[in-house]
């Protein structure tokens, strides 16, 4: 079992910027694509980012040059840096582990309301 703890989501005025973290509970960054994910209210979850074993790195077109996904080895955790945020980037943030036999692990969840 993987768990993973989100944090740094937040109220942020238009244009402003937040860094999300997501601590997994164990070195899985060897054998897991770690990605964010978002979900805002009445839609579907939707791909942010990802970073995949050899840290090859992709983006949705709706942030693709206002996010960077990286990951810290020594510290199990995976961030999402999001800048110039946008009232559409509103909605939950959710962290993903996924491995090659399919299986996938999720945070809790971190709201990121982006208002001014």
């Known amino acids: 079992q993987v768990q993973l703890v989100e944090s740094g989501g937040g109220l942020v005025q238009p244009g402003g910027s937040l860094r999300l973290s997501c601590a997994a509970s164990?070195?899985?960054?060897?054998?897991?694509?770690m990605g964010w994910y978002r979900q805002a209210p009445g839609k579907q979850r939707e791909l942010v980012a990802l970073?995949?074993?050899?840290?090859?790195?992709n983006y949705a077109d709706s942030v693709k040059d206002r996010v960077t996904i990286s990951r810290d080895n020594a510290k199990n955790t995976v961030y999402l840096q999001m800048n110039n945020l946008k009232p559409e980037d509103t909605a939950v943030y959710y962290c993903?582990?996924?491995?090659?036999?399919?299986?996938?692990?999720w945070g809790q969840g971190t709201q990121v309301t982006v208002s001014s």
């Open positions: 164990r070195s899985i960054f060897s054998s897991y694509t």
């Open positions: 970073i995949t074993i050899g840290g090859s790195t």
């Open positions: 993903n582990a996924r491995n090659s036999w399919g299986t996938n692990y």
